[in-house]
């Protein structure tokens, strides 16, 4: 489930399998670190796409054969070898990071979509390398299930990626809707905000169970953590349509009886869903 800094990873929780933890602590060391860079502290742009550069140049080292020196980059060298994982996957999610410096607009959902293909996509497709159960179908699943967490966040953070500069709604869409960035910049919750939210989270609602299906391709503990996150997106969205969309003063946030019902929701899941 979402945590503080890299939102779309399971920070080795009790339901992965003990000899998955390592690997999955060690890659989240690795995606949290780097956006960190991209977007914590008061750095210029150009010395956070400098330090991002110097990540890049860690996996030429583990991709040549070479055993980087810092101990986080040599524990993921580890891992990449261990587990044979693609580090096109890493070099993805550094590019995200290193776009989120840079660009700030989005000017439809066909770049937001590949933006997350990058930002999103790859926490799936690794933890199914992990798995070894990256197949065809399986992976198309992850990133359903992955980019739609990527837009649930986007969609209740519109507030803090406001103050941010940063607008993830897609320009023509915001236009599409009637809602300006001056409206943003106020907070307004009107019929076009809500008609606009309702857009939105209906896409990644759609996503979501799109990508359901997954949890049941995967075995014991690992189906039932993947079954958790997609109740969790789920019940995400359910929270921002009970505020009426007004995402500006009340985030969602999961509580202790948001978990239970998550808990029975995805003890329910079929296969069709």
């Not at 010395?47 to 991709?63: C, F, G, K, P």
């Not at 606009?196 to 299906?213: E, I, K, T, V, Y």
Request: aromatic share 10%; glycine share 4%.
């Amino acid at each position: 489930m979402p945590v503080e800094h890299y939102e779309n990873f399971p920070v080795a929780s009790i339901l992965l399998p003990r000899h998955l933890r390592e690997p999955v602590e060690a890659i989240y060391a690795f995606a949290r670190s780097a956006d960190d860079i991209a977007d914590e502290g008061d750095a210029a742009p150009l010395v956070r796409l400098a330090q991002l550069n110097d990540y890049r140049r860690e996996l030429n080292t583990i991709d040549s054969g070479g055993m980087p020196t810092q101990a986080m980059f040599a524990r993921l060298a580890r891992n990449v070898r261990a587990f044979k994982l693609p580090t096109i996957l890493l070099r993805d999610l550094l590019d995200a990071f290193a776009q989120d410096v840079v660009k700030k607009r989005y000017a439809d959902f066909a770049e937001l979509r590949d933006y997350s293909r990058r930002s999103a996509d790859p926490v799936g497709r690794l933890l199914l390398h992990l798995y070894q159960r990256a197949t065809p179908a399986n992976l198309a699943r992850s990133d359903a299930i992955c980019s739609a967490l990527q837009f649930i966040n986007f969609w209740q953070d519109v507030a803090i990626d406001w103050r941010k500069d940063r607008v993830y709604l897609p320009q023509d869409e915001l236009a599409r809707f009637g809602v300006s960035e001056a409206q943003l910049a106020e907070g307004r919750v009107d019929a076009a905000w809500r008609e606009l939210m309702r857009f939105q989270l209906q896409r990644a609602r759609d996503m979501m169970h799109s990508g359901a299906p997954l949890a049941h391709a995967l075995p014991g503990r690992m189906g039932w953590e993947l079954r958790l996150v997609v109740q969790g997106g789920l019940r995400t969205l359910e929270q921002i349509e009970a505020v009426d969309y007004d995402v500006f003063r009340r985030r969602p946030s999961l509580g202790k009886t948001d978990w239970l019902r998550m808990l029975w929701r995805a003890s329910l899941m079929r296969k069709k869903d």
